[in-house]
């Protein structure tokens, strides 16, 4: 089968530097995607990584090791407007998406 | 860009009732997917077409639910004989295609369609 996981819960304050971490296990890999959802809102897109490195995309980063399974969101000078909660999803083959359990991220002032 | 449209907003029915949600994509985008979000948890893919063509279908979907994109634009998302764990918020998102096993078309969510059973 496949599983995902993270983090339930991150707290941080504003303007410091928080990881998000992403472990997986799934077959058909192709990809690990980014989401980011506040509270009753839609999720919305951050970033896509493929091949194994660092992606970045303004203050926000995301990190891919293939080999360990492994995935991270690093988010930097982080605002108050950043809390909401962040989702890996693993892209298989066929296009189909799976969603990690998801991080809530609380930035405090 | 008007972005991705899903109506209802809200739906509450009874038990055992058939409902239907809709969902409209944004305009040039060929991929369309629906999933379904609990409380606390991320959202879990039901199924997905590629135009008109439904590619995909998780197997958690029993046969209550069906999906259909005849024109390959508009969707609609249908559960026959409603159950109380059918009750959850049920999100539409659309993409490009393309992109390859490299590249990536972001999926763009809508607000999603909140079912409650009663």
């Known amino acids: 089968g496949q599983s995902l996981e993270q983090p339930s819960e991150v707290t941080a304050v504003e303007g410091a530097i928080v990881q998000i971490n992403c472990t997986y296990q799934?077959?058909?890999?192709?990809?690990l995607s980014w989401y980011q959802q506040h509270d009753g809102g839609a999720p919305t897109f951050l970033s896509y990584?493929?091949?194994?490195g660092l992606e970045e995309t303004g203050r926000f980063s995301s990190f891919l090791s293939r080999s360990d399974s492994y995935g991270y969101l690093l988010l930097q000078e982080l605002q108050m407007k950043d809390s909401a909660s962040y989702f890996c999803?693993?892209?298989?083959?066929?296009?189909?998406?799976?969603f990690g359990p998801g991080t809530r991220l609380s930035v405090l002032p | 860009d008007t972005g991705v449209s899903q109506n209802p907003r809200h739906k509450i029915t009874k038990r055992g009732q058939n409902v239907t949600f809709r969902c409209d994509p944004i305009?040039?985008?060929?991929?369309l997917y629906w999933y379904r979000q609990t409380l606390g948890q991320g959202p879990e893919f039901l199924t997905y077409?590629?135009?008109?063509?439904?590619?995909?279908k998780s197997r958690l979907l029993s046969d209550r639910f069906s999906a259909e994109r005849p024109k390959g634009s508009f969707s609609t998302l249908e559960i026959q004989r409603t159950e109380q764990g059918d009750s959850a918020m049920y999100l539409c998102?659309?993409?490009?295609?393309?992109?390859?096993?490299?590249?990536?078309?972001?999926?763009?969510f809508g607000d999603g369609t909140r079912l409650s059973i009663l």
């Open positions: 990584n493929a091949l194994d």
């Open positions: 077409f590629q135009n008109e063509a439904q590619l995909e």
């Open positions: 998102a659309s993409s490009l295609s393309g992109g390859g096993l490299l590249g990536n078309q972001p999926q763009h």
């Open positions: 799934t077959s058909g890999f192709y990809g």
């Open positions: 999803a693993v892209m298989r083959g066929g296009q189909n998406f799976v």
């Open positions: 305009s040039e985008h060929n991929r």
